[in-house]
């Protein structure tokens, strides 16, 4: 599976931002899509997540009611809608791939990533 990231940029605090990831490769029947993000010197956390099937997304608290995750499913793609952005959230975020269908928060859990995007919020 190849996860392939990009959306990335700069924006101005209170401004949006659309993340887009397209997988490709093999598919599973079920699986989660998740979103992490990583500031430098900091651990990597969870964004939000969605699970394929049903389209159940579970946010972090931090980013609830102001990200919001989609699905494309003829093009295989997730997006993360980032509405309000805070110069806090500026990271680089990753797309990720579980083969579960839990929706979890760990990133231990994710089997594929992407590469990172670089998203910069200017205060």
């Known amino acids: 599976v190849q996860l392939q990231a990009s959306g990335g940029g700069l924006v101005q605090a209170g401004g949006s931002l659309t993340l887009s990831c397209a997988a490709s490769?093999?598919?599973?029947?079920?699986?989660?899509m998740g979103w992490f993000r990583q500031a430098p010197g900091k651990e990597r956390e969870f964004v939000g997540a969605m699970r394929w099937s049903d389209g159940y997304s579970y946010y972090a608290e931090s980013v609830k009611g102001r990200f919001t995750i989609s699905r494309d499913n003829a093009k295989n793609t997730v997006y993360l809608q980032m509405n309000s952005l805070k110069p806090e959230d500026t990271a680089v975020y990753y797309c990720?791939?579980?083969?579960?269908?839990?929706?979890?928060?760990?990133?231990?859990?994710?089997?594929?990533w992407g590469q990172g995007t670089q998203v910069t919020v200017s205060s």
């Open positions: 490769g093999r598919t599973f029947s079920s699986y989660v």
């Open positions: 990720a791939l579980d083969r579960s269908a839990v929706v979890s928060s760990s990133r231990y859990r994710y089997d594929y």
